[in-house]
T-cell receptor, first 110, second 115 residues
Framework: DAKTTQPNSMESNEEEPVHLPCNHS???????IHWYRQLPSQGPEYVIH???SNVNNRMASLAIAEDRKSSTLILHRATLRDAAVYYC???????????FGAGTRLFVKA | DAGVTQSPTHLIKTRGQQVTLRCSPK?????VSWYQQALGQGPQFIFQ???????QRGNFPDRFSGHQFPNYSSELNVNALLLGDSALYLC??????????????FGQGTRLTVV
């Protein structure tokens, strides 16, 4: 299964944008890039997903590199409630087996 | 919609015992996956059920088994509990087992402590 690489932790100031990177150099052509986040004492929560084109939703934006070997989750204005562990995951149509890495722990300072 | 419901929320068992954890998927979801999350780690995939059959399995021993019922709810059974089985067990549901472009919904998890 393809793997992803993320920084262990990142820090942001409240109200500022946050760019969370993810490398997935062994991604296959049918792998979707998904992002989930996990707040303390909760199960993971879906954030966004995409295949090739950049995606926007009410929570975040997903920027996908042209070669698809990396992607960036963008939180446009970080709030204290965005402090969580963010996971970048690859999912394939040929049978689903999500592999979670260690994720990036995001700290947000007031 | 209640989302994904897991029971119980917390459980304490003794080494060697057996445990059953339960999961009710989100309405309309027919695929259930189970994960083990140790403290400070990301979730590790255990297995996935669709149409009452195990479709995918992660690197877990046969002590871990499951079942899916006709109403799509699922159980995770762990036999001969070890101290190392202490973890948060998460259930996730999604529509259509082979669809990779759908959102998965997770439950709050069951915290299992083995003493």
């Amino acid at each position: 299964d393809a793997k992803t690489t993320q920084p262990n932790s990142m820090e942001s100031n409240e109200e500022e944008p946050v760019h969370l990177p993810c490398n997935h150099s062994t991604i296959s052509g049918t792998d979707y890039i998904h992002w989930y986040r996990q707040l303390p004492s909760q199960g993971p929560e879906y954030v966004i997903h995409g295949l090739t084109s950049n995606v926007n939703n009410r929570m975040a934006s997903l920027a996908i590199a042209e070669d698809r070997k990396s992607s960036t989750l963008i939180l446009h204005r970080a709030t204290l409630r965005d402090a969580a562990v963010y996971y970048c995951i690859l999912r394939n149509t040929g049978g689903f087996k999500t592999i979670f890495g260690a994720g990036t722990r995001l700290f947000v300072k007031a | 919609d209640a989302g994904v419901t897991q029971s119980p929320t917390h459980l304490i068992k003794t080494r060697g015992q057996q445990v059953t954890l339960r999961c009710s998927p989100k309405s309309g979801h027919d695929t259930v996956s189970w994960y083990q999350q140790a403290l400070g780690q990301g979730p590790q995939f255990i297995f996935q059920y669709y149409e009452e059959e195990e479709r995918q399995r992660g690197n877990f021993p046969d002590r871990f088994s499951g079942h899916q019922f006709p109403n799509y709810s699922s159980e995770l059974n762990v036999n001969a509990l070890l101290l190392g089985d202490s973890a948060l067990y998460l259930c996730a549901s999604s529509p259509g087992w082979a669809r990779a472009n759908t959102e998965a919904f997770f439950g709050q998890g069951t915290r299992l402590t083995v003493v």
